[in-house]
């Protein structure tokens, strides 16, 4: 997944330029062995919806653990969401990319 960025000189398109995160290279283990200590690995990112999935994708989690488009300001309601289904949460911050 990336982000795609739309460049104009004078109000005229002049191109694009497409961005993304690179994935650490131990993040996709480090997910494998949470999984495999009976912990559920949940992203919770700013990034839109289909770069989060293509990511999640890539590091070996379920596209049903991502929340997508979550602004800094509403992390810790998500927290609390997860907490209320009965989960213990930890949270850590840009571990993946």
Known sequence: ???VILVA????LAGTVAIADEIKP??????SVLHDMGIDVWMVTGDHVTTATA???QIGLSESHVMAGVLPK???D????LQEA??????VGD???
């Open 26 to 31: 131990t993040a996709k283990a480090a997910v």
């Open 1 to 3: 997944g990336c982000s």
């Open 55 to 57: 990511i999640a994708e």
């Open 74 to 76: 509403h992390k810790a």
């Open 95 to 97: 571990g993946i990319n």
């Open 78 to 81: 998500k927290v609390i969401e």
């Open 9 to 12: 000189f004078n109000g005229n």
């Open 86 to 91: 009965g989960g213990v949460v930890a949270m």
